[in-house]
């Protein structure tokens, strides 16, 4: 029997913020997905990104990687970010038996493209490509698995330290955020190796 080849598609959000994790997604989409609804994740609304996502998690067979703070610190956020999709695949390939109904994947051919110019350490052929999150619909989904979910985790920071607008800014560097550092000093999710 010929194998099948299934498309991964890696990307990750949160590289370029001060404070909070970085996460990534790992997705393989069915044929009939509905991929008019895809786009890079930063040129969809808050309410399309939203819908697609749940389509998504309804339809492809995914997975999340998250990385805090700390690890972020600890390793360096490029590192932290394709540990994010390491583990975003993985996280996927446990799921994959059941969403393909079938006992053993060997069948199965998995090639991975992912957003950037470096692939995370995965067992399978992975090819790096810079804006392939505006190309590739798997990679255009793990894209927005990553924004979303990294999104909703800063909307409970933004609850647990409401003093540094979490909500407002997700973490990212704005003006406002450098302005309440400087004021309270760093909060308990900050990046201290990033310059705030």
Not at 21 to 47: M, Q, W, Y
Not at 121 to 141: F, H, W
Request: positive net charge; contains cysteine; hydrophobic residues 35%.
């Amino acid at each position: 029997m010929d194998s099948k080849i299934l498309i991964v598609g890696f990307d990750e959000a949160g590289r370029g913020p001060l404070a909070g994790p970085v996460t990534a997604g790992s997705v393989i989409l069915p044929a009939d997905f509905p991929i008019e609804i895809l786009n890079d994740s930063k040129k969809l609304s808050e309410k399309k990104r939203n819908a697609a996502e749940k389509i998504i998690k309804e339809k492809a067979c995914w997975g999340l990687g998250i990385v805090d703070h700390k690890k972020i610190d600890e390793i360096n956020i490029l590192q932290a970010s394709l540990l994010a999709m390491q583990i975003a695949y993985q996280e996927m390939l446990k799921k994959l038996p059941d969403y393909l109904k079938i006992n053993n994947i060997s069948d199965y051919e998995l090639h991975a493209i992912t957003d950037g110019n470096k692939c995370p350490k995965v067992d399978i052929e992975c090819r790096a490509e810079p804006k392939a999150d505006g190309k590739y619909p798997p990679v255009m989904a793990a894209s927005i698995i990553a924004k979303v979910s990294r999104d909703r985790i800063m909307l409970e920071m933004d609850k647990k330290y409401p003093a540094y607008g979490y909500a407002g800014h997700k973490g990212y560097p704005t003006k406002l955020h450098r302005e309440i550092c400087h004021k309270l000093g760093p909060s308990p999710i900050q990046r201290m190796t990033f310059h705030y």
